[in-house]
């Protein structure tokens, strides 16, 4: 019997939704599938097995490949990670008719069925940019976010690390205008970090007072000579609960940080927050 392939339909003038075969779109299969995320970061292994055996009897499941690329990628097996995640890209790049206009052809995070292959973007993007090839990176980030201008994902952060480390900073500061209401620590303090590579010292400090509210830790962490990976934020008696990276937090400082590093290095920007302690 011949495999049923997933196909991308219009249902309004500009937007479109995935479509799954019964075949992928049933109560057994979404059961195994929620089964092996069940086991991501827990038991990777056996996550590993049960995404592969869904991929076996089911070659067009997008995001059980998504997820045995995680699977792989928590197991230190980057290069094949990198390799199922574009696979999963492939398999819902296939789907898209030759009619669709990428010009204009919207993909809404809304929309369940669409999620998958939104999640490919993302997935095959990160791993683009773990492996620095960040040229591809960003083709990806810009396409995803095109495809979903909402941006239920996060991709415009992403976007951002990736056109800071290639240094395409015009295009970094038109990113965040764009999203001006973003009252976030990568949009905010990446504002002023531009001011200040462009000798622009009156709108870095501006920028710099709206900025501190989001984080009041980072400008302390760029300054640092060595930068230590703090202890988790546990509740109070909750010593082995890990609650996570908190909005505010010097763990947020620090993970904003190592995630642009060579960014941040930049000897302007160093003397320029030191400047502010």
């Given amino acids: 019997m011949k495999t049923e392939k997933p196909f991308l339909r219009q249902y309004?003038?500009?937007?479109?939704?995935?479509?799954?075969?019964?075949?992928?779109?049933?109560?057994?299969?979404?059961?195994?599938?929620?089964?092996?995320?069940?086991?991501?970061?827990?038991?990777?292994?056996?996550?590993?097995?049960?995404?592969?055996?869904?991929?076996?009897?089911?070659?067009?499941?997008?995001?059980?490949?998504?997820?045995?690329?995680?699977?792989?990628?928590?197991?230190?097996?980057?290069?094949?990670?990198?390799?199922?995640?574009?696979?999963?890209?492939?398999?819902?790049?296939?789907?898209?008719?030759?009619?669709?206009?990428?010009?204009?052809?919207?993909?809404?995070?809304?929309?369940?069925?669409?999620?998958?292959?939104?999640?490919?973007?993302?997935?095959?993007?990160?791993?683009?940019?773990?492996?620095?090839n960040y040229n591809s990176a960003l083709k990806l980030y810009q396409e995803n976010l095109s495809f979903n201008e909402n941006d239920n994902q996060g991709i415009r952060y992403l976007l951002l690390e990736t056109l800071l480390v290639l240094k395409e900073y015009n295009q970094a500061e038109k990113l965040i205008e764009k999203y001006e209401d973003d009252f976030s620590i990568e949009f905010k303090f990446g504002l002023v970090s531009l001011y200040v590579l462009k000798g622009d010292y009156n709108s870095a400090d501006n920028h710099l007072i709206e900025a501190v509210q989001t984080n009041q830790h980072f400008i302390k962490e760029v300054s640092k000579q060595k930068h230590i990976k703090p202890e988790p934020f546990r509740i109070s008696n909750e010593p082995y609960f890990d609650t996570g990276i908190q909005i505010g937090s010097i763990q947020q400082a620090f993970d904003y940080w190592e995630r642009n590093k060579s960014f941040y290095k930049t000897k302007k920007l160093i003397e320029y927050y030191k400047s502010k302690l």
């Fill in 12 to 132: 309004d003038d500009n937007e479109w939704e995935f479509v799954y075969p019964s075949s992928i779109d049933n109560e057994n299969v979404f059961d195994l599938f929620y089964e092996g995320v069940d086991f991501l970061d827990y038991n990777d292994k056996e996550a590993e097995r049960i995404f592969k055996s869904l991929i076996k009897n089911h070659p067009y499941h997008i995001d059980a490949y998504n997820h045995l690329s995680i699977a792989f990628r928590n197991q230190n097996k980057t290069f094949e990670s990198l390799l199922t995640a574009e696979k999963a890209y492939t398999l819902g790049k296939e789907c898209f008719p030759k009619d669709f206009d990428y010009r204009i052809g919207k993909i809404s995070w809304g929309w369940l069925e669409n999620r998958p292959f939104l999640r490919a973007c993302q997935i095959y993007g990160l791993e683009c940019q773990y492996a620095k």
